[in-house]
């Protein structure tokens, strides 16, 4: 996976130092320089937990950076998918679902990393389920910036029984905000996903890429490892097990074609470990191989994966074990 940022264009190193100084202080002519028509911009994805944000990153990118599942508070980071598309060169944000319950330092971390990620994006996608907007929405809309573009995203365009109440229901959106597009979708169908780039290029500032032509995102495979166990943990367990478990990666080493890697999942109680586990290992077996399986067609290796369980009661509400787990 390419995800080496393009360094940012120099000044001219010869410069006499007066004329640097004149670029400092704003005075005079910008730097010269040729963006060769292209265009690149951030554009975040937001909206209240579960509505597909994740899912409709993964389509727009072409290949899954960002986990998803049917359980609220899938993503934990800020996560970055990369697509160019001619000229132009698509930086989507995907963020975690922002949390209006309770208030843990997870959560709290969560919605850092919500509104950071909306103060330097050229455009925001508030992502709702279409026909629908619940105070966790009208929260989070509350929350976006007032002078930025505001795309809404109505997803899961498959799940309206009548199409005739999209009317009504947009025109109550229309009052909720100013609105420069909006846009019904499935994030599951890849026609309509296609559609959302000619609508997106006009938002995307006249500048050269970020990162190189096939970048997919900013993440690491090591990174990566981690979120595609977290996404098995999550699938493979009911809703008996909470949210509040994470994965640490303890090795992460490759051998020529064979990547070793050892993780952690980490949970609260010693209950939850039995649940993770399940009779006779077997649901900590299924984990783990379905992890290795999908690592090994997204990295295009071999992998050797070892999981454990641990137990470390209140992790979830400590900033610190919070910091060494790798939550920003
Ligand atoms: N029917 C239908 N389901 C969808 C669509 N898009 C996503 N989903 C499902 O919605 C659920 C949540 O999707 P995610 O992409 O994980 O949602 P998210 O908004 O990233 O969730 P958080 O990371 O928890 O905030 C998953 O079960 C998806 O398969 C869609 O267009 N139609
Ligand atoms: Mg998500």
Redesign the pocket.
């Given at each position: 996976m390419n995800n080496t940022p393009e360094s940012p264009p120099e000044l001219p190193s010869e410069a006499p130092d007066d004329e640097a100084a004149e670029v400092q202080g704003g005075a005079g002519e910008p730097p010269e320089y040729d963006s060769k028509g292209r265009r690149c911009g951030l554009l975040a994805i937001v909206?209240r937990?579960?509505?597909?944000?994740?899912?409709l990153l993964n389509a727009l990118v072409g290949q899954k950076v960002s986990i998803?599942?049917?359980?609220?508070?899938?993503?934990r980071h800020r996560i970055t998918g990369v697509r160019t598309v001619e000229d132009s060169q698509f930086v989507f944000v995907?963020t975690?679902?922002f949390q209006t319950k309770h208030g843990t330092a997870l959560n709290r971390n969560l919605n850092r990393t919500v509104l950071s990620s909306l103060s330097d994006v050229d455009v925001v996608l508030f992502?709702v389920e279409a026909c629908r907007f619940n105070t966790d929405d009208a929260k989070v809309l509350s929350l976006l910036p007032e002078h930025k573009p505001v795309i809404l995203i109505a997803?899961?365009?498959?799940?309206v029984n009548r199409r005739a109440d999209m009317v009504p229901w947009l025109k109550a959106m229309q009052e909720r905000r100013n609105f420069s597009e909006f846009v019904p979708l499935?994030?599951?169908?890849p026609s309509d996903v296609e559609r959302l780039f000619a609508i997106l290029k006009p938002y995307l500032p006249e500048q050269d890429w970020f990162y190189e032509e096939d970048a997919l995102t900013d993440r690491s495979d090591r990174f990566l490892a981690s979120e595609i166990i977290r996404e098995k943990l999550f699938r493979l367990t009911g809703d008996e097990l909470p949210y509040n478990c994470t994965v640490v990666i303890d090795k992460f080493e490759e051998e020529g074609h064979l990547k070793r890697i050892a993780a952690s999942i980490v949970v609260e109680r010693d209950a939850h470990k039995g649940m993770i586990i399940g009779g006779g290992g077997e649901r900590l077996k299924r984990i783990g191989s379905e992890a290795r399986q999908e690592l090994e067609t997204l990295m295009d290796s071999k992998v050797y994966l070892e999981l454990w369980v641990k137990v470390r009661s209140g992790w979830a509400d400590s900033e610190e074990h919070l910091r060494s787990y790798g939550y920003e």
């Open positions: 909206g937990p579960n509505v597909g944000k994740s899912t998803t599942s049917r359980k609220a508070q899938t993503t995907d975690p679902g992502m997803n899961k365009l498959d799940a499935s994030a599951q169908k």
